[in-house]
T-cell receptor, first 118, second 109 residues
Framework: GAVVSQHPSWVICKSGTSVKIECRSLDFQATTMFWYRQFPKQSLMLMATSNEGSKATYEQGVEKDKFLINHASLTLSTLTVTSAHPEDSSFYIC??????????????FGDGTRLSIL | GEDVEQSLFLSVREGDSSVINCTYTDSSSTYLYWYKQEPGAGLQLLTYIFSNMDMKQDQRLTVLLNKKDKHLSLRIADTQTGDSAIYFCAESNTWQLTFGKGTKLSVIP
């Protein structure tokens, strides 16, 4: 149980392109979804938290106009990297949890999306 | 802010036990987690422990928590080559996780 599917797993695109990454909870309702960025050989950096039906909360230093997050349903959140540039190249990972099941429910992670901007 | 520290590397021989250590600073942490990340993949939840517990065992995995010293460890018994990965320790006192930098476990055949 508690499977999170992330798509696509790998994207290569030209500078200036906008890229959308999807995160789906397959067998549970994700009231909260998280988006992380991971640089090579480093830990995960939380970018933003989204609750279903409301605006995302962004961490300090993360541009909300650059990284658009939508969490329109209990099973889907999307991250759109707008006008991507080479410095946006990174590994993006989403996670999800259902807080209604109790405060002890852990976050379950997707397999990540490797974004390469040429 | 709160901090989670881990050693960066650990190398063990196949069949031996591995012990990965983690320290944290948030005294109000309620849950502590261990995640495994294989190359190019996301994070897989291995196990987690509530802060009022001092030990949790799940097959080859044993988690020990010393709340007084804010020290968490993950022991992997009979380590296999498939256990080679990066292991992240994380703590939370609400819904937000704070991760360590990860320990890269290398298993020597």
């Amino acid at each position: 149980g508690a499977v999170v599917s992330q798509h696509p797993s790998w994207v290569i695109c030209k500078s200036g392109t906008s890229v959308k990454i999807e995160c789906r909870s397959l067998d549970f309702q994700a009231t909260t979804m998280f988006w992380y960025r991971q640089f090579p050989k480093q830990s995960l950096m939380l970018m933003a938290t989204s609750n279903e039906g409301s605006k995302a909360t962004y961490e300090q230093g993360v541009e909300k106009d650059k990284f658009l997050i939508n969490h329109a349903s209990l099973t889907l959140s999307t991250l759109t990297v707008t006008s991507a540039h080479p410095e946006d190249s990174s590994f993006y990972i989403c996670s999800a949890r259902d807080h209604r099941s109790g405060s002890n429910q852990p976050q379950h992670f997707g397999d990540g999306t490797r974004l390469s901007i040429l | 802010g709160e901090d989670v520290e881990q050693s960066l590397f650990l190398s063990v021989r196949e069949g031996d036990s591995s012990v990965i250590n983690c320290t944290y600073t948030d005294s109000s942490s309620t849950y502590l987690y261990w995640y495994k990340q294989e190359p190019g993949a996301g994070l897989q939840l291995l196990t987690y422990i509530f802060s009022n517990m001092d030990m949790k065992q799940d097959q080859r995995l044993t988690v020990l928590l010393n709340k007084k010293d804010k020290h968490l460890s993950l022991r992997i018994a009979d380590t296999q080559t498939g256990d080679s990965a990066i292991y992240f320790c994380a703590e939370s006192n609400t819904w937000q996780l704070t991760f360590g930098k990860g320990t890269k476990l290398s298993v020597i055949p």
